[in-house]
């Protein structure tokens, strides 16, 4: 049931900007099942592993950073072709190029503060949500 689960985390400028509810909403009017969800928040070390595979990359530093810097929603998504339906909801990761009623389009600031993580894989989604969620955690 792997390809049916996505993960997505409302980064902290969402959840500043007071859209937590309003994204929550638009991923269930999607038609995905939130299986787990927690507000936490990440330290430099746990976003920096989150973000391991951009360690080499230039922003890498500034996203950990923006990462670690406030609040964020963690949650389970679950629906049939999970990552490839939640990636088209999400938009393109620079929000003045997302599609017009996409999550990017209508809360992001920014390409870097662009609202909301989504796995690019079922093999990504099921590390990233067992990266913040345990086993109990998951219904």
Do not use: C, W
């Not at 049916?4 to 929550?24: E, S, Y």
């Amino acid at each position: 049931m792997s390809n049916n689960r996505t993960f997505t985390m409302i980064k902290p400028d969402a959840v500043q900007d007071g859209h937590i509810g309003n994204i929550i909403h638009d991923i269930t009017n999607a038609g995905f099942k939130i299986v787990a969800m927690k507000l936490t928040q990440l330290s430099s070390v746990k976003a920096g592993e989150f973000y391991a595979i951009h360690k080499e990359r230039p922003f890498y530093g500034e996203l950990v950073e923006f990462m670690s810097s406030g609040p964020i929603v963690a949650a389970v998504l679950e629906k049939e072709n999970a990552v490839a339906d939640f990636r088209t909801l999400i938009g393109t990761t620079n929000p003045a190029d997302a599609a017009e009623g996409t999550i990017r389009a209508k809360y992001a600031r920014s390409i870097g503060e662009n609202a909301v993580h989504g796995s690019d894989s079922d093999e990504n989604a099921a590390i990233e949500s067992s990266f913040h969620f345990s086993g109990v955690e998951t219904f």
